[in-house]
């Protein structure tokens, strides 16, 4: 039976969830595609101090992808053991960024060191990095602010001069940034192409800001699936409509999705509280389009955040297994 080619394209939790619930099905081969701006938390401070490429978002998607056995299961918590917060200099840093750190020093690159761990932990697919370049994510908002690094564009309410309510009117790499001919070449040989859930600008347009990756994914005769968040991030989409989501996608990419596929339960009122303190809200549904596909996605599972991990976490996420119900109807389709 002939594989059908997903590629996943993102970082962070999203991309995790995707994979979570496509990985146990033969019939799928997957590639995950993911950002290298990423400059805060531990993948930054290591980025920082040896200079290599950032590696959160590819150990993510490692632990995602591994072989769910004893051996397998011990190694996944290995790569996601975060050290405590303590006085030791590892406080707040994960094992499986610091692995992989130390592999690309070892092998001589940060794709040998992906290839290696791939092997390490018997993963079921492919990762790859957008780009080997070493840049940092700019935007310019509306006002005409610019913010430099990815960090301070997830987190710009800790800039006092920022205002939080303007938006990006556009981003990019500074220096610019070589799109991975492997990269291409997954994308070019896709059946389909998965984007979100994930932080819009900082997670998703992060990877489509790479020279090249819109006119490849434009051209690309792939089905385009399209996953929204499912709250507002303030400070980098506060006050959007999913329609405004769907224009950015068009003026990056060049195409709409094929498939929008849309949570349609609701919030609960102590999540919706909590959020509402970070000045985050459920996304305004506001499309008609024939291309949505309406399902109740959310986990109800909350996610408890650590005092050993510096990035601010997202509190509800997606459920992988609901997800990956919804991507398995559209491919029979």
């Known amino acids: 039976m002939k594989k059908v080619n997903i590629v996943i394209i993102g970082g962070g939790t999203g991309t995790f969830t995707v994979i979570q619930g496509l990985k146990h099905h033969p019939q799928f081969s997957l590639t995950a595609?993911?950002?290298?701006?990423?400059?805060?938390?531990?993948?930054?401070?290591?980025?920082?101090?040896?200079g290599t490429l950032p590696v959160g978002d590819v150990r993510q998607c490692l632990v995602a992808l591994s072989k769910e056995d004893e051996a397998g299961n011990?190694?996944?918590?290995?790569?996601?053991?975060?050290?405590?917060?303590?006085?030791s200099s590892l406080h707040g840093h994960n094992f499986g960024n610091i692995f992989l750190t130390a592999l690309s020093?070892?092998?001589?690159?940060?794709?040998?060191?992906?290839?290696?761990?791939?092997?390490?932990?018997?993963?079921?697919?492919?990762i790859i990095p957008v780009t080997t370049d070493?840049?940092?994510?700019?935007?310019?908002?509306?006002?005409?602010?610019?913010?430099?690094?990815?960090?301070?564009?997830?987190e710009p309410y800790n800039n006092p001069k920022h205002d939080?309510?303007?938006?990006?009117?556009?981003?990019?790499?500074?220096?610019?940034?070589?799109?991975?001919?492997?990269?291409?070449?997954?994308?070019?040989?896709?059946?389909?192409?998965?984007?979100?859930?994930?932080?819009?600008?900082?997670?998703?347009?992060?990877?489509?800001?790479?020279?090249?990756?819109?006119?490849?994914?434009?051209?690309?005769?792939?089905?385009?699936?399209?996953?929204p968040n499912l709250v507002s991030k303030y400070g980098q989409t506060s006050n959007m409509k999913q329609s405004d989501y769907i224009y950015e996608l068009v003026k990056y990419i060049g195409?709409?999705?094929?498939?929008?596929?849309?949570?349609?339960?609701?919030?609960?009122?102590?999540?919706?509280?909590?959020?509402?303190?970070?000045?985050?809200?459920?996304?305004?549904?506001?499309l008609n389009s024939n291309n949505i596909i309406r399902l109740p996605l959310i986990s109800l599972i909350e996610i408890m955040r650590t005092n050993d991990d510096s990035v601010k976490r997202s509190l509800l996420r997606h459920d992988s297994q609901k997800l990956g119900s919804a991507i398995i109807d559209i491919t029979t389709k």
Request: charged share 25%.
């Open 33 to 50: 595609i993911v950002t290298m701006t990423d400059s805060g938390g531990s993948a930054g401070r290591l980025r920082d101090e040896f």
């Open 74 to 87: 011990i190694l996944r918590e290995l790569f996601n053991y975060r050290f405590p917060n303590t006085n």
């Open 105 to 126: 020093n070892i092998l001589g690159g940060e794709e040998q060191a992906i290839d290696a761990a791939s092997k390490i932990l018997n993963i079921k697919g492919r």
């Open 134 to 154: 070493n840049v940092d994510l700019v935007a310019k908002y509306d006002n005409g602010f610019i913010l430099y690094g990815e960090k301070n564009i997830d």
């Open 164 to 227: 939080c309510n303007s938006r990006i009117s556009r981003l990019w790499t500074q220096p610019d940034a070589k799109l991975n001919p492997h990269a291409e070449n997954a994308i070019i040989n896709a059946d389909y192409i998965i984007m979100g859930p994930g932080d819009f600008y900082s997670s998703l347009m992060a990877n489509i800001v790479i020279n090249g990756m819109d006119k490849v994914i434009s051209a690309s005769k792939a089905k385009f699936i399209y996953i």
């Open 255 to 286: 195409r709409e999705p094929d498939y929008v596929l849309l949570n349609n339960a609701e919030l609960e009122g102590d999540i919706l509280a909590k959020y509402a303190l970070e000045n985050s809200f459920p996304i305004e549904d506001d």
